[in-house]
T-cell receptor, first 114, second 114 residues
Framework: GAGVSQSPSNKVTEKGKDVELRCDPISGHTALYWYRQSLGQGLEFLIYFQGNSAPDKSGLPSDRFSAERTGGSVSTLTIQRTQQEDSAVYLC????????????FGEGSWLTVV | DQQVKQNSPSLSVQEGRISILNCDYTNSMFDYFLWYKKYPAEGPTFLISISSIKDKNEDGRFTVFLNKSAKHLSLHIVPSQPGDSAVYFCAALNYGGSQGNLIFGKGTKLSVKP
């Protein structure tokens, strides 16, 4: 597709279960970002990929969170042993290698932990 | 410590008037600034940006002003329209440095009344 695609768009999970969120960036975009937005909060940076490597993981809230990117394209954000405070919108964004500094967001994956 | 601050969580403006959204930053290494707009249940969309070598950038009804000495930028919307009602996020980037991620403020919710 033309834009950043995220799946699932909505996920309700029980506390303690693991979840995987997927991001398909815009084709050809080398940089990929994960952010999250909790209710009433701003956009919180989680992790940034350049190609398949993650030069900046500083935003991951705990060791229950991990992310990988394969083939310089699709990325998966995994949350293990989910907690209620993990409930948020998880937003993925991508950026082209050279043309401009703008990042383009997907629609987000809405995670609710019950 | 927040590096990008939007001190007004909300702003209400009459249709046809000017909307001014403010943003302050603390990191003098930031060299590129962006504004994103977010409607409920949608991902953020890019609105306008400005490089640190400029002090103004205009695109239609939207103008961004940058005051580097004050570490302050503002977004002006003239004239404001009801469809502009959304949450506006200010973001900053240190493109020349090792950080690739955008740092976002917490957002300002703009309501334009007909």
């Amino acid at each position: 597709g033309a834009g950043v695609s995220q799946s699932p768009s909505n996920k309700v999970t029980e506390k303690g279960k693991d979840v995987e969120l997927r991001c398909d960036p815009i084709s050809g975009h080398t940089a990929l970002y994960w952010y999250r937005q909790s209710l009433g909060q701003g956009l919180e940076f989680l992790i940034y990929f350049q190609g398949n490597s993650a030069p900046d993981k500083s935003g991951l809230p705990s060791d229950r969170f991990s992310a990988e990117r394969t083939g310089g394209s699709v990325s998966t954000l995994t949350i293990q042993r989910t907690q209620q405070e993990d409930s948020a919108v998880y937003l993925c964004a991508s950026r082209p290698a050279r043309s401009g500094n703008t990042i383009y967001f997907g629609e987000g994956s809405w995670l609710t932990v019950v | 410590d927040q590096q990008v601050k939007q001190n007004s969580p909300s702003l209400s403006v009459q249709e046809g008037r000017i909307s001014i959204l403010n943003c302050d930053y603390t990191n003098s290494m930031f060299d590129y600034f962006l504004w994103y707009k977010k409607y409920p249940a949608e991902g953020p969309t890019f609105l306008i940006s400005i490089s640190s070598i400029k002090d103004k950038n205009e695109d239609g009804r939207f103008t961004v002003f940058l005051n580097k000495s004050a570490k302050h930028l503002s977004l002006h919307i003239v004239p404001s329209q009801p469809g502009d009602s959304a949450v506006y996020f200010c973001a900053a980037l240190n493109y020349g440095g090792s950080q690739g991620n955008l740092i976002f403020g917490k957002g300002t919710k703009l309501s334009v009344k007909p």
